[in-house]
């Protein structure tokens, strides 16, 4: 449905993107990760059409958008982060227009409805846009994008200013939107992306730096040889952290605090062809250590996002609760 190829973008001298190149299918739902100014906002305007690339091209369903800009166009919503809203209308009124100016053929007030029920703006449907909470203007905003019913979906950042209950809406909207449209999803929260996304692209200074489903992302350090223990232990945290690091074929061992009183959690990063689990054992049992949980962890996907763009993410949702799997949140 969407065909990026070798796409660059340069501003002068500054290089916004490089040799940009990836396909999506039909009926998937893609998370674009990346840090600020890695190139994602430049990426979704020149695949919508609002700005040019300087090389590579772009397709939607077959039709380049330099070549056949309104046929593209007309297959694809967009909901930047900024909502393009009319302040001095009411939804009915905007949404009217937003018909209108995409010249849609469906029914208009049975269509129109249809998607304010679809995002929960039926009680606001005659107010003053000017008048509504900055989450009811997201989802004025990801209702324009679904007029006219396109089947490619560019949502960027499509839950800022929502409410945690407003987010979990959004999510299984996009989530069963995803069953009949081609999504492509930018956001800053990470378990967001995580739990919506049937495949994550991650860019970092304008370069595609990682390209699979999340379960690929988080596995993908077996490949590269690495390994990842965590482990509720009691003992003194840092004799124990001491012992941990004089395992054969251990990297380095982070402590996650104290979970239970006298019991600190530990996450232990080592080689994949080193068996670390019986040295393990070994010593908690020579020492009097009891191990009270033990699991073995892949990388989530801010471990994965992090090693990649080299940046500091502060995740919403901080402390790590066992038995749920992967690293700290």
């Known amino acids: 449905m969407i065909e990026v190829k070798n796409l660059s973008k340069r501003y002068g001298e500054n290089i916004a993107l490089s040799h940009v190149s990836f396909s999506v299918g039909e009926n998937t739902v893609v998370g674009f990760l990346g840090p600020n100014g890695a190139g994602k906002s430049t990426t979704m305007n020149i695949i919508t059409g609002y700005i040019s690339?300087?090389?590579g091209s772009v397709s939607i369903g077959g039709h380049n958008t330099l070549d056949e800009p309104n046929e593209?166009?007309?297959?694809?919503?967009?909901?930047?982060?900024?909502?393009?809203?009319?302040?001095?209308?009411?939804?009915?009124?905007?949404?009217?227009?937003?018909?209108?100016?995409k010249k849609v053929t469906l029914p208009r007030e049975k269509h129109i409805r249809e998607i304010c029920a679809l995002v929960r703006i039926n009680e606001v449907y005659d107010?003053?846009?000017?008048?509504?909470?900055?989450?009811?203007?997201?989802?004025?905003?990801?209702?324009?994008?679904?007029?006219?019913?396109?089947?490619?979906?560019?949502?960027?950042?499509?839950?800022?200013?929502?409410?945690?209950?407003?987010?979990?809406?959004?999510?299984?909207?996009?989530?069963n939107l995803g069953k009949n449209h081609t999504?492509?999803?930018?956001?800053?929260?990470?378990?967001?992306?995580?739990?919506?996304?049937?495949?994550?692209?991650?860019v970092n200074r304008g370069r595609l730096v990682a390209d699979g489903t999340p379960y690929e992302l988080e596995h993908g350090n077996e490949k590269d040889g690495e390994q990842k223990?965590?482990?509720?232990?009691?003992?003194?945290?840092?004799?124990?952290?001491?012992?941990?690091?004089?395992?054969?074929?251990?990297?380095?061992?982070?402590?996650?605090?104290?979970?239970?009183?006298?019991?600190?959690?530990?996450?232990?990063?080592g080689r994949a062809n080193e068996e670390i689990r019986r040295?393990?054992?070994?010593?908690?049992?020579?020492?009097?250590?009891?191990?009270?949980?033990?699991?073995?962890?892949?990388?989530?996907?801010?471990?994965?996002?992090?090693?990649?763009?080299?940046s500091t993410y502060l995740s919403d949702n901080a402390g790590r609760d066992f038995g749920k799997g992967g690293s700290k949140k």
């Open 72 to 101: 593209a166009k007309k297959l694809t919503g967009y909901m930047p982060e900024v909502p393009p809203l009319y302040v001095d209308m009411t939804v009915r009124e905007y949404l009217d227009f937003v018909y209108n100016l």
């Open 279 to 310: 040295p393990l054992f070994g010593i908690a049992a020579k020492r009097n250590w009891a191990i009270l949980a033990e699991e073995s962890s892949a990388l989530s996907l801010e471990d994965v996002f992090l090693r990649l763009t080299g």
């Open 127 to 175: 107010r003053l846009i000017a008048n509504l909470s900055k989450g009811y203007r997201q989802r004025v905003g990801l209702a324009q994008a679904l007029v006219g019913n396109p089947p490619v979906l560019i949502l960027d950042e499509p839950t800022v200013g929502l409410d945690p209950k407003q987010i979990i809406e959004v999510r299984n909207l996009i989530k």
């Open 53 to 55: 690339a300087s090389e």
């Open 183 to 202: 999504v492509i999803l930018s956001s800053h929260i990470l378990p967001e992306v995580q739990a919506v996304a049937d495949r994550i692209i991650i």
């Open 229 to 269: 223990l965590v482990v509720r232990m009691e003992g003194e945290p840092k004799e124990v952290e001491r012992t941990l690091r004089t395992i054969r074929g251990v990297l380095g061992v982070r402590n996650f605090g104290l979970k239970e009183p006298g019991v600190c959690e530990y996450e232990i990063d």
